[in-house]
T-cell receptor, first 112, second 114 residues
C-alpha cells in the first residue's frame, strides 16, 4: 500500500536558520502530495500541495517541489521564526479521491 | 469560512466501556473522516463517509463503529475501550469530487482510558 516516510522525528533550530524536513513516498500511480502543519492544541491545517512532477507548492515562506524521480517532497524554509514551531506532516492522496496517507510527523522547535 | 466542532474535548473512560465521540461541520462538505493520532505515528484513518448514510472503513477500523446521520455530523464509537489507551481523535471534512481538495480538521478529542 501507499506510505510516507519523514526522516526526522524532531528538528531543533534557532531563528533565521534554514529548515529542511525530508519526505519520501511510495505509491502506485501518480498521487498528489501535501504538507500540513499542526500547532499545539489544534488540528492539522493544510499548508500546500503539488499534483505533478516538478510542481512547486508554497505557502507562508515554506516550499516543496514534487520529484517523481526521487519520490520526494521535502519541505524547506529559508529563515524560520519561533512562530513556526509546530508539527509538520507530509501526506499523499491518490488521483480523484480525497483519502490521504500521512507520515509520522516532524516536530519543529525554533528557539529565539 | 467554516468550522469543525468536536465534542467532548476530553474523554475519560473505563476499560471495556463504550464511548462516543461527536463531530459537526458547517462547511457543507460531502466527505467526513475520523483519524486517530498517536505520538510518533502520525494520523491513521479509522472511518470516512463520502455522503450522508455512507460509511467506509479505513486502515484502523477494528474496535470502532461510525455513524453519519446527516451531512453535517459524523460520530465515532469506541466499542470497548482498552486499558491505558491514550490518543487524540481528529475529525476532518472535505469536498467530494474535487481532486486533491484539502481536508479541514477539528481540534480533536483527547481520550484517556483508566
Amino acid at each position: 500500500g501507499d506510505s510516507v516516510t519523514q526522516t526526522e522525528g524532531q528538528v531543533a533550530l534557532s531563528e533565521e536558520d534554514f529548515l529542511t524536513i525530508h519526505c519520501n513516498y511510495s505509491a502506485s500511480g501518480y498521487p498528489a502530495l501535501f504538507w500540513y502543519v499542526q500547532y499545539p492544541g489544534e488540528g492539522p491545517q493544510f499548508l500546500f500541495r503539488a499534483s505533478r512532477d516538478k510542481e512547486k507548492g508554497s505557502s507562508r515562506g515554506f516550499e516543496a517541489t514534487y520529484d517523481k524521480g526521487t519520490t520526494s517532497f521535502h519541505l524547506r524554509k529559508a529563515s524560520v521564526q519561533e512562530s513556526d514551531s509546530a508539527v509538520y506532516y507530509c501526506a499523499l492522496g491518490p488521483l480523484g479521491f480525497n483519502k490521504l496517507t500521512f507520515g509520522a510527523g516532524t516536530r519543529l522547535a525554533v528557539c529565539p | 469560512g467554516g468550522i469543525i466542532t468536536q465534542t467532548p474535548k476530553f474523554l475519560i473512560g473505563q476499560e471495556g466501556q463504550k464511548l462516543t465521540l461527536k463531530c459537526q461541520q458547517n462547511f457543507n462538505h460531502d466527505t467526513m473522516y475520523w483519524y486517530r493520532q498517536d505520538s510518533g505515528k502520525g494520523l491513521r484513518l479509522i472511518y470516512y463517509s463520502i455522503t450522508e448514510n455512507d460509511l467506509q472503513k479505513g486502515d484502523l477500523s477494528e474496535g470502532y463503529d461510525a455513524s453519519r446521520e446527516k451531512k453535517s455530523s459524523f460520530s465515532l464509537t469506541v466499542t470497548s475501550a482498552q486499558k491505558n489507551e491514550m490518543a487524540v481523535f481528529l475529525c476532518a471534512s472535505s469536498d467530494w469530487g474535487s481532486n486533491y481538495a484539502e481536508q479541514f480538521f477539528g481540534p480533536g478529542t483527547r481520550l484517556t482510558v483508566l
